[in-house]
């Protein structure tokens, strides 16, 4: 039996379940790695933007069922809202069992604060124009596939993966601009409210980088996605780290046996029948 790494917060973001880009098994693979005392849902984990009631496999059922094993097991579920399912905001501050759904949470970590949230609230083509931020969310999910089939030609001969999307963000000014300006914003505003951390997710580029100006210091934090990175963070020994589903060495942990041998109707029924805990806990802001 495989020991599973236990961590006191596992955060992921930008996941688009329901979209051809998401890479629910090696998501899933992941999760069933670890053992968090909170998991974090920075955002974006189901695409109700671009839901299809023809595309919703197995694969990314069975991410839902195990998030929510998580929390009838005792880890604290959070749900922080982003708007490819900001359907959700209007259930904000709702519980149920140890899942939690909020807009923003702060967290004292070890004598430090700690502030969530997704980051869609700084990009102005989505307060501004949201029809426009839609279809660019087509084009890149369309991006991402096209990608796909690139890789597995790539795959066959050989050769090494390749990121389009990496590749046209890193070549437009526009785009470095826009991720630059974006951290700067985050960043000023956790250092201005005294925050000693700031997680985003968002713009899918996973980092971890120490800022500083005139009035203090804050760590930016950003989980990344996994459409293209397949990165997470992880909070443990007071220390934050990126984890990266490429460059881990560790032996592969695969799906549950009780899902994977779940057809779809019984996977959904699972889903659907909300368990409760095992074991009530009072809820902690404070990790000791």
Same mark, same amino acid.
């Given at each position: 039996?495989?020991?599973?790494r236990?961590?006191?917060?596992?955060?992921?973001?930008?996941?688009?379940?329901?979209?051809?880009?998401?890479?629910?098994?090696q998501?899933?693979?992941?999760?069933? %790695?670890?053992?968090?005392? !909170?998991?974090?849902?920075?955002?974006?984990?189901?695409?109700?933007?671009? /839901?299809?009631?023809?595309?919703?496999p197995?694969?990314?059922?069975?991410?839902?069922?195990?998030?929510m094993?998580?929390?009838?097991?005792?880890?604290?579920?959070?749900?922080?809202?982003?708007?490819?399912?900001?359907?959700?905001? !209007?259930?904000a501050?709702?519980e149920?069992?140890?899942?939690?759904?909020?807009?923003?949470?702060?967290?004292?970590?070890?004598?430090?604060?700690?502030?969530? /949230?997704?980051?869609?609230?700084f990009d102005?083509?989505?307060?501004?124009?949201?029809w426009?931020?839609?279809?660019?969310?087509?084009?890149?999910?369309?991006?991402?596939?096209i990608?796909?089939?690139?890789?597995?030609?790539?795959?066959?001969?050989? !050769?090494?993966?390749?990121?389009?999307?990496?590749?046209?963000?890193k %070549?437009?000014?526009?785009?470095?601009?826009?991720?630059?300006?974006?951290?700067?914003v985050?960043?000023?505003?956790?250092?201005?409210?005294?925050?000693?951390?700031?997680?985003?997710?968002?713009?899918?580029?996973?980092?971890?980088?120490?800022?500083?100006?005139?009035?203090?210091?804050?760590?930016?934090?950003?989980?990344?996605?996994?459409?293209?990175? /397949?990165?997470?963070?992880?909070?443990?020994?007071?220390?934050?780290?990126?984890?990266?589903?490429?460059?881990?060495?560790?032996?592969?942990?695969?799906?549950?046996?009780?899902?994977?041998?779940?057809?779809?109707?019984?996977?959904?029924?699972?889903?659907?029948?909300?368990?409760?805990?095992?074991?009530?806990?009072?809820?902690?802001?404070?990790?000791?």
């Amino acid at each position: 039996m495989k020991i599973k790494r236990k961590v006191e917060i596992a955060v992921i973001s930008d996941v688009h379940l329901g979209t051809y880009g998401c890479h629910a098994k090696q998501l899933l693979t992941y999760l069933n %790695s670890i053992e968090p005392k !909170k998991l974090i849902l920075n955002g974006d984990i189901v695409d109700i933007w671009q /839901f299809k009631k023809r595309y919703f496999p197995k694969s990314h059922l069975s991410v839902i069922k195990k998030i929510m094993d998580f929390a009838a097991n005792g880890t604290e579920v959070i749900y922080i809202t982003g708007n490819h399912d900001e359907m959700l905001r !209007k259930f904000a501050d709702t519980e149920i069992g140890n899942i939690s759904i909020v807009n923003k949470l702060v967290l004292e970590l070890d004598g430090k604060r700690a502030w969530f /949230f997704h980051g869609d609230v700084f990009d102005i083509s989505i307060q501004n124009a949201k029809w426009l931020a839609k279809l660019g969310g087509w084009g890149y999910d369309f991006l991402i596939l096209i990608n796909q089939v690139v890789n597995w030609c790539s795959d066959k001969l050989g !050769k090494e993966r390749y990121s389009l999307s990496q590749k046209i963000k890193k %070549s437009v000014k526009g785009a470095v601009k826009y991720i630059n300006d974006f951290e700067k914003v985050a960043t000023d505003l956790a250092i201005e409210n005294g925050y000693d951390y700031v997680i985003c997710g968002h713009i899918h580029q996973p980092k971890m980088l120490q800022v500083g100006n005139k009035r203090g210091k804050t760590m930016y934090l950003n989980s990344g996605d996994w459409v293209e990175n /397949f990165t997470a963070l992880e909070y443990q020994f007071k220390r934050w780290k990126i984890y990266n589903y490429n460059k881990d060495k560790l032996s592969a942990f695969y799906a549950d046996e009780d899902i994977k041998d779940m057809n779809m109707n019984d996977l959904i029924a699972a889903i659907t029948i909300v368990e409760q805990p095992k074991s009530k806990k009072k809820k902690k802001d404070k990790l000791k």
